[in-house]
């Protein structure tokens, strides 16, 4: 079984800060995918990364695909209230089966004003 | 624009009685899924089915049953509830190959259900 590990596991901001979110794993991944949910309401695709070393950014957000595709990295600059959320990654396996994506526990970012 | 939609949205169900939870896209998606998510654990995949009249095993299908007998629906039931499977559930689906042979399609998720077993 692949597994993700996400850190930190929960994050309290002040508004304007800057802050990275981590998720490793020992395993090879094809792709990997971050996901943002809102309470009650599913995950929503914010990015999928599927290039070692490659790096997106969506306004404020900067992800990164580690270059032995193990690992990905979320990065906010100047974080605002609407970026508070569980954000998830989640990885296609590199080998057999992609069906299945493996998905992290989450990271739960609160971002105060 | 439905989407992904999940049918009921809230049940409370007592030990040992029986559900089916209703999983329904309108978007022509191959592959289909169900989440549990519980705290502190993330999502865990229960089963998941790649086609019309298929189904798999994920990494938690103890004490649950799936049917995909249309490709627009897939339908998740407990036999027998108990109060582990007090969660709330996801569904969630996705294009086939042609969404990305390297498992890079997008997953679309309903708004979940929150099952409660006393």
């Known amino acids: 079984t692949q597994l993700l590990e996400q850190s930190p596991q929960f994050l309290s901001i002040q508004e304007g800060e800057n802050l990275t979110v981590y998720c490793n794993s020992s395993?090879?991944?094809?792709?990997l995918q971050w996901y943002r949910q809102e309470p009650g309401e599913g995950p929503v695709l914010l990015v999928t990364v599927v290039t070692g070393g490659e790096v997106k950014k969506l306004k404020r957000l900067t992800f990164q695909f580690g270059d032995a595709r193990k690992d990905s990295s979320l990065h906010i600059t100047a974080a605002q209230p609407g970026d508070t959320g569980l954000y998830l990654c989640?990885?296609?396996?590199?080998?057999?089966?992609?069906?299945?994506?493996?998905f992290g526990k989450g990271t739960l970012l609160t971002v105060n004003p | 624009n439905a989407g992904v939609t999940q049918t009921p949205k809230f049940r409370v169900l007592k030990t040992g009685q029986s559900m089916t939870l209703l999983c329904a896209q309108d978007?022509?998606?191959?592959?289909m899924y169900w989440y549990r998510q519980d705290p502190g654990m993330g999502l865990r995949l229960i089963h998941y089915?790649?086609?019309?009249?298929?189904?798999a095993k994920g990494e938690v299908p103890d004490g649950y049953n799936v049917s995909r007998l249309k490709k627009q629906n897939f339908l998740l039931g407990l036999e027998s509830a108990a109060p582990s499977q007090t969660s709330v559930y996801f569904c969630?689906?996705?294009?086939?190959?042609?969404?990305?042979?390297?498992?890079?399609?997008?997953?679309?998720f309903g708004e979940g259900s929150r099952l409660t077993v006393l």
């Open positions: 989640a990885g296609a396996s590199s080998g057999g089966s992609n069906y299945k994506l493996t």
């Open positions: 969630a689906s996705r294009r086939g190959l042609a969404g990305g042979p390297l498992g890079t399609g997008e997953l679309f």
């Open positions: 978007m022509n998606h191959e592959y």
């Open positions: 395993s090879v991944f094809s792709s």
């Open positions: 089915s790649v086609g019309e009249g298929t189904t």
